[in-house]
């Protein structure tokens, strides 16, 4: 029996995932909320006592004015420094990494002294932990001058903040510490260890540049001599007077070259095509009348016009006189005389022709030698006074150099040892009453922002790494099959794992029973004209509950018609569990093998319209047994004699029977497990059914969490066949 797939293919499925809404964030943060606000407290509590415990900083600012100008007072920073063309954002922000350069800590460290970075002098150290704790503490070991000294550097650098007022030259200079008197001196203090560290540095670089320039200008004379003296050898070498107009006069001579050389080629070519048409018209035997180049000729012309006049009097004569006729004679005489004055004249023409090409062609070439030795003329001259401009270049650049030098070095000396500051203190700082640091209401509301995002963060983590279909929205997304109905979860009482397969007859009010008939009107309803006569129920893996699905499934539809159930799970069969009375009674292996007849197999359960056919002993191939021809034989005659037939087979990713089974059924219903089958296998095991054309109907979820009046998410174990049991999902050994 083969079937056409009744729903769409699982590619198509998979284009459309379900996308979370706003009802699923707010799920799981309700799930979590208490973790949530308790992660929130704790971050603010922690937050809290890290702001109480933190030692109060305060901030002193003092304002100074950096000048551009004066950064240029001195004559030598042209040689030090572009003239032109100085970015004074990048002198600015040089200035700025000056101040917080360790040259300027250290003149601060040595105006105020090191004994005013003692550990604890003037600071408010705050509350710590550490002081209600008893215990005795020997003291630290007291550090060197040099050390005492580097940390004190460190502190000044590492408080240090350098803010530039926008559109403007001055310059915030900003100390934050515990001690706001020490804030305050630092901050007055930089400015002057600035001005002072500026003062000394140009007057050293003033007498550097002196005794550099010193020495420069030696060499720069002496190099411009050497220049002077190459240009002059060049041009005694060279005979060279004037190169500009040599230059000229090469030019003028090329472009007359030019000019006639093309010129030349024109009349060539003009002539070229006339010799041609003389010489393709002799060898072709072709009369040289038919060149019409040759008939502009005077003469040529002349004698065409004779010969066509006597040919048009030869006509004439023709029409009144005979061919003897003396004035016929006479005419033809004349014919041929013009005729042969043309012929000659077209081969004088035709000679004329050959020797003015050829002329032409003697004269291009002579041209095309003047033209090259012009250009040969031009190069030499090029190349001279390439040479003469580089040599001038290079006095002109050593002579600019030279007298730059020179005015720098006078002006350098004339300047001695005058100095001006570039920067000078506009607002002295104060001594600061409130302390900036720490925020205590910001840590707080920032401990709190983080303890609920770790919160929520935590929340969804499970949420994301879980992969377990969730319930009947999330299989129809990801399988791309209806459900058919959902079961809930049941909660057993002691070790007994068989309520789940009686409940629908023991408890038929109950939630699960309502669920099952669900399921039971989903099946009769999806083939209204021709009813599911067999139907295979399934699942990916073991402990699912397709075996409860098809006990419940059997007798909800007892109620309405006979209805055969089938124990086809041949490696782990469990119907008889629910059954306890069928476990040592024949078989759907002794029936196949045709050791028994049908009435010694199928055995009635209770009183109603259910029959059930065990496994029987579990046989060493059982997918030979489902495959062969004698159970597809046994399962016609069985569906003879009753009107719905439930086959419980093993699942479809463990093993190949679900897919043999599924081309003798007439539908498929697929089990999924809430919140612990993982939609990957699920959907691995629909596709390979898929892939036989398997009569796939829907799917039932089971083991949904009923709460509220519907079935949600839930956790939890299900324990109607036992954990453990389908562990190790092989043969059997033994009997059912």
């Keep these: 029996m083969n079937h056409a797939p009744l729903l769409e293919p699982l590619d198509v499925v998979q284009e459309r995932r379900r996308m979370p809404n706003l009802q699923d964030y707010l799920r799981v943060l309700w799930r979590y909320k208490w973790g949530v606000l308790g992660l929130a407290l704790a971050g603010a509590a922690l937050a809290a006592l890290h702001a109480w415990s933190q030692v109060p900083i305060y901030r002193a600012t003092s304002t100074m004015l950096i000048e551009r100008q004066a950064a240029r007072f001195v004559a030598i920073d042209p040689v030090v420094q572009a003239p032109s063309g100085y970015d004074f954002g990048e002198y600015y922000q040089t200035q700025y990494e000056i101040l917080r350069s360790r040259p300027i800590a250290e003149r601060v460290v040595r105006r105020l002294g090191v004994d005013a970075f003692a550990p604890g002098v003037g ?21 060197t001058d040099a050390e005492r000294f580097e940390a004190a ?70 190099k411009l001599e050497q220049s002077e003296r190459a240009l002059q050898e060049f041009r005694d070498r060279e005979r060279l007077i004037d190169a500009k107009g040599v230059d000229s006069l090469a030019s003028q001579e090329l472009q007359l070259a030019t000019e006639r050389l093309a010129q030349a080629r024109r009349e060539r070519a003009d002539r070229e095509i006339l010799y041609r048409a003389v010489r393709d018209a002799r060898a072709s035997g072709a009369p040289l009348e038919s060149i019409p180049g040759l008939l502009t000729y005077p003469l040529v012309g002349d004698l065409k016009t004779a010969v066509v006049e006597a040919e048009r009097n030869q006509r004439e004569l023709s029409q009144r006189y005979g061919p003897r006729h003396l004035r016929m004679v006479e005419a033809q005489s004349a014919l041929e005389t013009s005729r042969a004055a043309l012929a000659r004249q077209l081969e004088s023409a035709a000679a004329s022709v050959e020797r003015d090409y050829e002329a032409a062609q003697l004269r291009e070439g002579q041209v095309a030698g003047e033209l090259g030795a012009a250009k040969g003329e031009v190069r030499d001259v090029n190349r001279k006074q390439y040479e003469l401009q580089r040599l001038e270049r290079e006095v002109e650049a050593n002579r600019d150099v030279y007298e730059q030098f020179q005015a720098q070095f006078k002006q350098t000396a004339a300047a001695g040892g005058v100095q001006n500051a570039n920067a000078r203190l506009i607002e002295a700082a104060a001594v600061p009453t409130t302390p900036v640091a720490p925020n205590q209401r910001r840590i707080v509301m920032l401990g709190l922002l983080l303890g609920l995002a770790l919160g929520v963060a935590l929340a969804f983590l499970p949420e994301h790494l879980d992969n377990t279909l969730k319930g009947a929205d999330d299989v129809e997304q990801r399988l791309g099959l209806h459900v058919l109905g959902q079961l809930p979860r049941l909660e057993t009482r002691g070790d007994d794992d068989r309520s789940p397969q009686r409940q629908f007859d023991e408890n038929p009010r109950s939630t699960f029973s309502e669920a099952v008939r669900t399921v039971r009107t989903s099946v009769l309803l999806s083939a209204i004209d021709e009813p599911h006569k067999r139907l295979l129920v399934t699942s990916s893996v073991p402990g699912e509950g397709k075996t409860t699905l098809s006990v419940n499934l059997a007798h909800a539809l007892g109620q309405m018609k006979r209805v055969l159930l089938i124990d086809a799970d041949m490696r782990r069969p469990t119907v008889h569990r629910g059954l306890p009375a069928l476990g040592e009674l024949r078989g759907l292996s002794h029936l196949v093998a045709g050791t028994a007849a049908i009435a010694e197999c199928v055995h009635r359960v209770g009183e109603g319209n259910v029959w059930v056919l065990p496994a029987g002993p579990v046989p060493p191939n059982p997918q030979e047994l489902l495959s062969s021809r004698r159970f597809e034989e046994t399962l016609d005659q069985l569906s003879a004699e009753f009107d719905h037939v439930v086959i419980d087979c093993a ?23 809430s919140d612990r089958t993982p939609w990957q296998v699920a959907e ?42 389908y562990h190790d999902y092989g043969y059997g050994k033994g009997k059912a």
Aim: aromatic letters at 8%; proline letters at 8%.
């Design 123 to 143: 600071a408010d150290q705050g509350f710590s932990l550490r002081r209600l704790l008893p215990g005795d503490e020997a003291p630290p070991t007291p550090p």
């Design 651 to 673: 699942p479809a990713c463990a093993v190949s029977d679900a897919l043999v089974l599924s081309r003798l059924v007439h539908a498929v219903v697929y089990v999924v497990r």
């Design 684 to 725: 691995q095991g629909v596709r390979r059914l898929r892939r036989v054309n398997a009569p796939l109907i829907g799917a039932v979820v089971n083991h949904v969490v009923p709460r509220k009046g519907r079935f949600a998410y839930g956790y939890g174990k299900y324990y109607y066949g036992g954990d453990g049991y």
């Design 153 to 222: 550097v460190g502190a000044v650098q590492g408080s240090i903040a350098v803010q530039p007022i926008r559109n403007s030259q001055l310059v915030r200079i900003v100390f934050e510490g515990p001690d706001p008197a020490l804030a305050a001196q630092l901050a007055n203090a930089l400015p002057q260890a600035y001005i002072e560290e500026t003062l000394e540095r140009r007057l050293q670089m003033t007498e550097a540049a002196s005794t550099w320039l010193n020495d420069r200008l030696g060499g720069l004379r002496e």
